[in-house]
């Protein structure tokens, strides 16, 4: 218990909690549309080589744009977990995609799409979430290539996540109204019955007289 009180204070500390999402393993290519690099051990680079090898890929050489890196990190935090002592990051590719990558993209909005039963007409929150998911792999793909018209894209997406948010609300609160405006004619309604039984039994009553 001690153990993961130190090494909670330690993340705090050195601002990991703050910088990286903090999960169980690297991530699941078959249950995601954003590209991710290899995960590497910012603290034994060692690991990182070894894991490479293992994976049958050689030393990475490329340089990646650092603002191309910033932007990335901004939308899609970095993933980090404690294997063996060892901590691991695995980050979003900062690095341009061939043809071929989107194309494998649009493969597995469609395979993922299937797998989870997405409807394809009507309100869908799976198809909802996918679709959402790869806009985010392909301002990725696009801040890679160029981080400005990356950047403006992610405003572009920003602002339609906020008008869908606003959206939901209205319809939700005007769902409200509605149902507690049914509520009350319903027992305006009963009411009304109950008064007109009463006014009827009132006449019934005078007759007599």
Not at 31 to 59: C, H, N, S, W
Not at 74 to 82: C, G, L, Q
Request: aromatic share 6%.
């Amino acid at each position: 218990m001690s153990n993961n009180n130190t090494t909670s204070d330690a993340n705090a500390a050195t601002g990991v909690s703050s910088k990286y999402l903090e999960v169980s393993g690297p991530v699941d290519e078959d249950k995601t549309l954003i590209t991710y690099d290899v995960p590497f051990a910012p603290e034994d680079p060692k690991k990182t080589l070894k894991l490479r090898q293992r994976l049958g890929l050689m030393p990475e050489t490329r340089l990646a744009d650092p603002n191309a890196v910033v932007v990335v990190d901004s939308f899609i935090k970095p993933r980090t977990w404690v294997e063996n002592g060892v901590r691991w990051v695995q980050k979003a590719s900062p690095f341009p995609a061939p043809r071929i990558d989107t194309l494998h993209t649009k493969q597995r909005l469609r395979a993922m799409a299937n797998e989870m039963g997405a409807k394809d007409t009507g309100v869908c929150p799976i198809r909802t979430y996918l679709y959402g998911e790869c806009f985010i792999e392909i301002i990725r793909q696009v801040v890679a290539e160029c981080w400005e018209r990356g950047l403006l894209l992610l405003k572009v997406h920003a602002e339609r996540v906020e008008s869908q948010r606003a959206h939901r609300e209205l319809f939700e609160s005007r769902t409200g109204y509605a149902f507690r405006l049914a509520l009350k004619g319903e027992k305006d309604t009963t009411a009304m019955i109950d008064r007109i039984e009463e006014l009827k039994l009132l006449k019934v009553n005078l007759i007599d007289e």
